[in-house]
Nanobody, 123 residues
Framework: QVQLVESGGGLVQAGGSLRLSCAAS????????MGWFRQAPGKEREFVAA????????MYGDSVKGRFTISRDNAKNTLYLQMNSLKPEDVAVYYC????????????????WGQGTQVTVSS
């Protein structure tokens, strides 16, 4: 069973950038398709981005297309989310998740989740 730990969140001004990391332990990240989701206060969990196990395919939520980039380094057992041109509406707790079977934008299909990292954007 893989364990996931996110890092890299913090406070940034609007227009700024952050890079989130998701480190895996207890298993090889290369077995999993991976995703990033986020949840803002009072809102449902929202799909951000996903990447296949080998990194060959990616997909993004409409609200982040062109601003965020998902990537992975299987040798380092780490998933990344580069976030540029951040907006106040990007404020949320960001979660990484692992899916053994599907390449999906549906949170219920993911098998393992991290604890999340807070991203705050000041206007």
């Amino acid at each position: 069973q893989v364990q996931l730990v996110e890092s890299g969140g913090g406070l940034v001004q609007a227009g700024g950038s952050l890079r989130l990391s998701c480190a895996a332990s207890g298993g090889s990240l290369s077995r999993y398709n991976m995703g990033w989701f986020r949840q803002a206060p009072g809102k449902e969990r929202e799909f951000v981005a996903a990447i296949t196990w080998g990194g060959g395919r990616t997909m993004y939520g409409d609200s982040v297309k062109g601003r965020f980039t998902i990537s992975r380094d299987n040798a380092k057992n780490t998933l990344y989310l580069q976030m540029n041109s951040l907006k106040p509406e990007d404020v949320a707790v960001y979660y990484c998740a692992a899916d053994l079977t599907f390449f999906s934008n549906v949170s219920l299909e993911y098998d393992y989740w991290g604890q999340g990292t807070q991203v705050t954007v000041s206007s």
